[in-house]
């Protein structure tokens, strides 16, 4: 599937766009920080970690510790 049709998918079972683009982002990264997850959905580091918030809300998004830093984990 083309990531346009991923992120319309993603679209069509409720996500905005900011949220797929950071679902998506993480699904092709694997486990991540806000820091390398905000260019690669093309998004501001600040707003990346609100939307992290969401996708958690949502049960999309797990947290890791590892040391003193957070990694994001997406859900299947």
């Given at each position: ?8 998918v ?67």
């Amino acid at each position: 599937m083309l990531p346009m049709e991923l992120q319309q998918v993603l679209s069509n079972a409720g996500l905005t766009e900011k949220e797929s683009g950071v679902y998506l982002a993480l699904l092709e990264l694997g486990p991540s920080t806000a820091y390398r997850i905000a260019p690669k959905a093309k998004l501001k580091r600040p707003i990346t970690y609100v939307v992290l918030e969401q996708l958690q809300s949502r049960g999309l998004v797990s947290t890791v510790p590892q040391g003193k830093r957070k990694l994001f984990v997406a859900a299947d």
